[in-house]
């Protein structure tokens, strides 16, 4: 049974890294003594070994080792017997590219539709979608294709914000970005905002977390939904 996370962001204002996450992380992991983290989106241009050392940290607490999909000589095989996954923040064409370029989007599709633990954040969280064609990140690298691990059967733009009433100039908004999306595609894009997360236990999809979130489909007019919604009507 698929059992995932895929929360807007790692960190909340004023909060340490994942610390809003770590009961969802307590529930997602259990039983789980060691996992694999994928550090290739490196925020701010840390290092792969810096970006594990700060996931590792996190998970401490749970009595969780981590250890960085980069240290495995195979990192194929690494993914094919690991017990569970978390994918960090940062760029997302970089996080891309690095995937496919080694064969590894696939695999890590496969085994966490096996039913090993999968989390996401930001980036990490872009990657369950269809494609990443709805990141807010720049294309700092060219990824020889956009698709991901379609986890989910929608589109995800991590880290949504509405239009600030009565300021003056914020150039294009999110949701302008999102509906020229729509002109081109038809895939269901989901606006998550900070302080929520998608749970998937089995073939159940639901809105978790703190705040509503905005779903686009093309051709309606954008629209809210609450909390403990189910996502299964979207596709």
């Known amino acids: 049974m698929k059992h995932i996370v895929l929360a807007s962001t790692s960190t909340l204002y004023g909060e340490g890294y994942l610390a809003y996450l770590q ?14 983290f994928v550090p290739f989106a490196r925020p701010g241009g840390i290092s792969h070994d810096e970006y594990t050392a700060k996931a590792a940290a996190a998970f401490a607490p749970l009595q969780i080792q981590v250890k960085g999909l980069h240290t495995f000589a195979d990192p194929a095989t690494a993914i094919r017997e690991a017990q569970g996954f978390f994918t960090g923040g940062g760029n997302t064409f970089l996080l891309v590219k690095e995937l496919l370029e080694r064969g590894l989007m696939d695999k890590l599709k496969a085994a966490v539709e096996e039913g090993r633990p999968y989390m996401g954040c930001s980036a990490g969280s872009n990657i369950g979608g269809v494609s990443m064609q709805t990141t807010n990140d720049m294309p700092i690298v060219h990824p ?3 698709r991901t691990m379609g986890l989910v059967p929608f589109n995800l733009n991590p880290h949504y914000l509405d239009p600030i009433p009565d300021l003056p100039h914020m150039g294009e908004t999110r949701e302008t970005r999102i509906k020229e999306f729509h002109t081109q595609h038809a895939t269901p894009v989901l606006g998550l905002r900070e302080g929520g997360w998608i749970l998937v236990k089995g073939d159940i999809i639901t809105l978790e977390g703190r705040p509503t979130a905005r779903i686009f489909e093309a051709g309606k007019a954008p629209y809210e939904v609450d909390p403990g919604s189910s996502l299964n009507f979207l596709h």
């Open 23 to 36: 009961p969802v992380m307590q529930t997602l992991f259990a039983g789980v003594s060691e996992i694999i």
């Open 144 to 146: 020889p294709d956009f």
